[in-house]
Every structure is written in C-alpha cells, then in structure tokens.
C-alpha cells in the first residue's frame, strides 16, 4: 500500500501546467468536458484472451454535454464468448462533474454512475471516480482513480453459484506524446485492487456463502491514435497486457473510433 501512495504522489506532482483534450482517451475517462449541447458518438471493437478463452466485444457510446460543467456518458456493449451469439453486456450510465479547469494548469472531473444489470451474469453496481488531465508541451496525461464499482447485487453465475464482487479500487494513468500533426502514440498502466467479495453455493437445498479473496491486477497499454486534419473523427487502437494472476485478461487488442461533430478541430 506504501508504494501505491508514493507511486500517486509522483503522478500528482507530474500534473501541473497545460491544456486537456476534448476526445477522450480509450476507456472514456478525462478531465476534460465535452461542451454545453455538444454530442460525441463512440464505436469500439476489443478482442481479448485469458487462459486461452476469447472473447470479443462491440461498445457503443453516446455522449452529451449537459452544460460547460457536466457532461452525461452512455455506454453498452455487445459480447460473445468462446465463438457463442453475442449478448447485450456492460451498460453504463454516467455523470461527469468538472471541478475545475485553469487556463494553463489541470482539469479536474468527478465522475459517479451506474451499472445496469442486462444479463443473468452481471450484477447492479455504482462507481465513482475521479480524472485528472494536463500536458506538459506535447505529452499529456490522464490519471484516474476511483472505486470501479461497488456491487449491490448477486451476478448468476449458473450451476446454484451466485457472485458478489468487493469493492474494486482502480488507478490508471495513460500517456499521449504528438510525433505528428494527426498522429499521437500512447502508453499507460492500470492497476485494479479487488478486495474481498462474496459467492453464494446452493448444493440441494443447502445455501452456503464463501469469501473470495482479494488482490491486485497489472494491465499495461500500448497504442496509437490517429486523428484526420479538419476531421471531426479520432481512431485509436490499443494493445494492452496483464502481467499478474487476478488480471481481467493475458492480452486484449482493441480498435475505436470517436465522431464529435461539433468540433473538428478540437484537441485530442
């Protein structure tokens, strides 16, 4: 726990002059705010494996800009597993609060939403968080943390096994350098800290509850994102690995795709 405190006080020392971004970074998390009445369109595509098992899942995002200072995100994905039909997954429904934002300093944004059970093995939960993005000449950051999320409910597993997730503290931070115009490659960490949850087995007629245990996952990030001069259209793709044993995934490879019609020649 000493290194993750001192490990987020480099971070914060790190963020302190320069400008945000409009588009958002992979995850769609920033300190930045879309704009009063402006609307973003998100399409993404991951693949990923974890002991050999695949999967691969549609996102699909819209976003709108409430007021200067609040911006509403929408979020479901489109899953399959292992070759199966795909089947609605991971709906998202979020506020985002800006804080603060100096002319040439940091911005600041609170997030806190909600996950919306749509199949038998997802569970109801919230998340808070909070984002933190700045630029030092031609790099910039986003740093966030925040609990991503709290479980309120079971998810059913099938075979009487019923899960309940602990709390989930999330720290990630993602690096931007500009080697051109319209082409920007990108690097990062997250780390996930679960902690203890529940799991309830029903054997006949017998109900009992189990702890599981905790623990830390790495994942690390590589990518590139490419944004067409004069364009109100960003790519990005990612490839990004787990390096430790409760990691979500051994490797994922991801393709995105942000429409931001209002601002073509936003900040990305």
Request: glycine share 12%.
């Amino acid at each position: 726990m000493k290194k993750i405190i001192i490990l987020l006080i480099m971070i914060m020392g790190l963020l302190t002059a320069g400008f945000t971004q409009v588009y958002e970074p992979l995850d769609m998390r920033s300190g930045g705010m879309l704009g009063a009445g402006n609307l973003r369109f998100v399409l993404d595509w991951a693949y990923q494996e974890n002991n050999s098992v695949g999967s691969s899942t549609f996102d699909f995002g819209l976003d709108f800009g409430v007021g200067p200072s609040l911006e509403w995100q929408n979020r479901i994905g489109y899953r399959s597993v292992e070759g199966s039909d795909y089947q609605w997954a991971g709906w998202l429904e979020l506020l985002k609060f800006q804080l603060g934002h100096a002319e040439n300093g940091p911005a600041y944004a609170l997030g806190t939403g909600i996950y919306i059970p749509v199949r038998k093995s997802e569970s109801l939960g919230l998340l808070a968080g909070l984002y933190i993005s700045s630029a030092i000449k031609d790099i910039d950051f986003d740093f966030n943390i925040g609990f991503d999320p709290f479980y309120l409910t079971y998810a059913d597993l099938g075979n009487g096994v019923k899960v309940r997730n602990g709390h989930d503290l999330k720290i990630d931070l993602r690096l931007g350098y500009k080697i051109l115009p319209f082409f920007k490659i990108l690097g990062g960490f997250r780390l996930d800290q679960y902690f203890d949850g529940k799991q309830k087995i029903t054997i006949g007629d017998q109900e009992t509850t189990q702890t599981i245990d905790g623990g830390a996952a790495w994942n690390f990030i590589l990518g590139g994102r490419l944004k067409p001069m004069d364009y109100p259209i960003v790519f990005d793709t990612s490839i990004s690995f787990g390096v430790s044993s409760r990691s979500e995934y051994d490797w994922q490879l991801k393709f995105g795709l942000q429409f931001q019609p209002q601002s073509p020649n936003a900040e990305w």
